[in-house]
């Protein structure tokens, strides 16, 4: 059999071949995040533009660590999630991945200092959902801590650009931003986690016995973090505050409506926002930021 030799073009003008690469990189990072959640990736495009790959690539990131514990089922997910942490690492100590969304991970990393230790707790949260863990207090704060607040301070280390006074004095709040945008993803998800992956994040609930009581409490706490997370919004850099607010009232808008949703309803359905409230926010939002009312 004659082989078939491919003609490769060669164009003086054209881009390193690295450079190509890389693009192909920010470009898959930016496509899971489009594709996997339209609620994130509307929040983006109010950033300022030199922010968007960057928050692309950490999206991408936790997106892929977060499909393998709860997409990939009939694979050896222990496994799969080993060698990812593994590739991961390497990405960042080689500062380049044949995965094109580690590869876009390993620069924002070390493009903005992204300490690894942010890095390690996410991780360790995604391999607490490889088991059946009941959750405590102290388990459920580890797992929010590694899962939430974690990916919020790695978004605050491209915001800050480097100024750690800024960073420091943000830290908390974004903490907690992260904290209450997960807890609401708890609330909406409890019927996907709780009979499709038998699990319940939720400290000492009893789910046969959800009733408004339990759902209350939950709810006041998400409030809390809710309050605290927009304390920090304001003071975030112009270039940020905007498409975070817009992520905030997003998530805001769902907490009311499961508040007005009885609790017999949110373990057996999971509550959305409407295309067109998710476009009234976003007119609300804007007008509020225009005016300076956040």
């Known amino acids: 059999m004659t082989a078939i030799a491919l003609p490769i073009n060669i164009d003086s003008n054209a881009k390193p071949m690295k450079e190509l690469f890389d693009m192909i990189s920010r470009k898959s990072s930016k496509m899971t995040t489009v594709t996997y959640s339209t609620s994130f990736s509307l929040g983006i495009r109010f950033f300022s533009k030199r922010f968007h790959d960057p928050i692309y690539g950490i999206y991408g990131f936790v997106r892929f660590g977060d499909e393998i514990v709860d997409s990939f089922h009939g694979y050896d997910k222990e496994k799969l999630l080993s060698r990812f942490e593994s590739d991961t690492y390497a990405a960042i100590d080689e500062k380049i991945s044949l995965n094109p969304i580690l590869n876009n991970f390993q620069y924002v990393v070390n493009t903005y200092n992204i300490e690894r230790e942010l890095i390690e707790l996410f991780l360790k949260s995604m391999r607490m959902d490889l088991d059946k863990v009941k959750y405590d207090r102290r388990r459920y704060e580890e797992y929010i801590l590694g899962s939430a607040e974690v990916v919020g301070l790695m978004c605050l ?106 609790a017999e309803r949110v373990i057996t ?26």
């Open 157 to 262: 280390r491209v915001f800050t650009e480097g100024n750690n006074k800024n960073y420091n004095d943000l830290k908390e709040s974004a903490m907690q931003l992260g904290a209450a945008f997960q807890k609401v993803n708890f609330l909406r998800d409890l019927n996907a986690d709780v009979k499709g992956l038998g699990r319940s994040y939720f400290p000492g609930l009893d789910m046969s016995h959800f009733d408004e009581k339990s759902k209350k409490a939950i709810e006041l706490e998400i409030e809390n973090d809710f309050a605290n997370g927009l304390q920090g919004i304001r003071k975030l850099p112009k270039g940020a505050r905007f498409g975070v607010y817009v992520a905030y009232c997003y998530f805001l808008a769902l907490l009311r409506k499961i508040e007005k949703t009885p």
């Open 269 to 294: 359905k999971r509550i959305r926002i409407s295309n067109g409230k998710k476009y009234l926010l976003l007119v609300t939002s804007y007008s509020k930021h225009l005016l300076n009312s956040i």
